[in-house]
């Protein structure tokens, strides 16, 4: 019933939303495009056609069926009394969110998260660029764990549905108003920010993990807003081959050995440390 009317109702929700961005984007571009958009979009498109119905059929399911498996037992956060345990449901799944996309970089899951990152250019399209392993492997922390610590189905399903917004939100290539987006990086993860993530500078790659709010990267000293976008190169440095990003390629890179952050000539993508504070968005 829970995963009917989510489909009901964030799956057209989601699909507007994803409309509006790539409207936004094709109007407002943040950063220039170095790959024809076919490309991309076709490979993008294709590797989606496997993880997100992974997602759907394996990821939500088992996030619902753990949550009202373990319903009616006394977990920590069932005795917390409303509307603070709703509040600490969804603080809960936004620190896992963040701290799953930190194991992700770690060594044996950046196998798998390297097929995301790989891409030459960032936009809306890139929200869908994963591989359909990584879905899988995310089941026991992003499904089982919420349902160890009390997380009703229900805020499960909703945070789920606002989590695939951010996700889209932050990948598109949409230039919001400096103005704007600076108060904004302050509580969520914007286009900008998501943008440094993705960088070939591995101190930068190494920034900015969170989904939904920034709070996690202000705690744990891992966000940096003040790298100018025009000076962000998208992609992994040992990966700059776009003939080499086949869709058989990347579904059979996680079993292809680890490559080091480098150049394929040996050089190491940097950059000097900007002289702006670290919470300061750059243009």
Do not use: K
């Amino acid at each position: 019933m829970l995963l009917r009317r989510f489909d009901h109702w964030a799956g057209p929700a989601l699909a507007v939303l994803g409309l509006g961005l790539l409207l936004l984007e094709t109007r407002r571009p943040l950063r220039r495009r170095t790959r024809p958009r076919p490309e991309r979009w076709t490979r993008n498109v294709l590797l989606a056609a496997p993880s997100l119905p992974a997602m759907r059929l394996t990821l939500l399911p088992a996030m619902v069926n753990f949550a009202q498996a373990l319903a009616p037992r006394r977990l920590p956060l069932s005795r917390l009394p409303e509307p603070l345990r709703t509040a600490a449901e969804v603080l809960v799944l936004d620190y896992l969110a963040y701290t799953w996309h930190r194991l992700l970089h770690a060594p044996l899951l950046w196998r798998l998260h390297r097929v995301h990152h790989n891409d030459l250019d960032m936009d809306l399209t890139t929200a869908w660029r994963f591989h359909f392993g990584e879905m899988l492997a995310s089941i026991p922390y992003r499904a089982a764990l919420p349902a160890l610590l009390g997380v009703r189905p229900a805020t499960v399903l909703s945070y789920e549905a606002v989590f695939e917004a951010c996700t889209a939100f932050q990948h598109s290539n949409w230039r919001l108003p400096l103005a704007v987006e600076q108060p904004l990086a302050r509580l969520l993860i914007t286009p900008r920010a998501h943008g440094i993530h993705h960088s070939q500078v591995q101190r930068e790659t190494d920034s900015n993990f969170g989904v939904v709010l920034s709070l996690w990267d202000y705690l744990h000293r891992t966000l940096r807003l003040n790298v100018p976008q025009a000076e962000v190169t998208i992609g992994v440095p040992a990966y700059p081959d776009p003939a080499a990003q086949s869709v058989p390629q990347l579904l059979a890179l996680p079993l292809a050995p680890l490559l080091p952050w480098a150049r394929p000539d040996g050089s190491v993508p940097t950059r000097p440390l900007p002289p702006t504070p670290l919470t300061t968005l750059a243009e």
